[in-house]
């Protein structure tokens, strides 16, 4: 069995000075995560302005869309939207890609917010639960209408790697956007034809 490796010595002082710093950056990048979402719905028609990008334009709303943490944002219609016009297999991996990016607040979030969860047995089962099932963890969340961002913050917290996290969170959102994407192509497409029957 490997010996545990064991920094410098902390000091309570010190260790209480980084248990603040990290949770003034965890808040402010809630706070700045918040004000996001606002101006994504205040000025949703600037967002939906990407449509005319086409697929660069589902990259970049994927990625302001997903980088609001905790706070809905209005980019998933421009991307359903867009899977009505665009090649909905085309479509998925690349606003999937874009998701995943933007999934990268919840955890930075979770990696500047460690300090607070660090040495509590709470910590110790986040932990354990990583090593096990991380990567299907992910997945999962990022491929289900589940909070995304709490698996975020929870891989960022333990200090799952990071092109873990991405891989198995762009799969997950790749798998989400391309159902998305094609139930728009078709059942939009289906509805017109109803409609258009005599």
Do not use: Q
Request: with cysteine.
């Amino acid at each position: 069995m490997a010996e545990p490796v064991h920094g410098p010595a902390v000091t309570a002082g010190s260790d209480n000075g980084a248990r603040w710093t990290g949770l003034l950056l965890a808040a402010g990048m809630l706070l700045a995560s918040g004000c996001l979402a606002v101006l994504s719905v205040v000025y949703r028609e600037r967002f939906e302005r990407f449509e005319e990008w086409g697929y660069a334009g589902a990259f970049l709303i994927s990625i302001v869309n997903n980088a609001t943490v905790l706070f809905p944002a209005v980019g998933w219609a421009v991307v359903v939207a867009l899977g009505t016009a665009l090649n909905p297999f085309l479509l998925g991996p690349v606003s999937g890609a874009g998701a995943a990016i933007g999934e990268l607040t919840g955890y930075a979030v979770g990696v500047t917010g460690r300090e607070l969860l660090s040495g509590t047995r709470g910590y110790r089962w986040l932990r354990g639960l990583a090593e096990r099932w991380g990567g299907l963890a992910v997945f999962v969340f990022a491929a289900m209408p589940l909070p995304m961002d709490i698996a975020g913050m929870w891989a960022g917290s333990v200090r799952y790697p990071l092109w873990r996290f991405l891989l198995w969170c762009a799969l997950g959102k790749t798998i989400k956007m391309t159902a998305l994407s094609l139930g728009a192509y078709y059942g939009i497409n289906w509805l017109l034809s109803l409609l258009r029957a005599p």
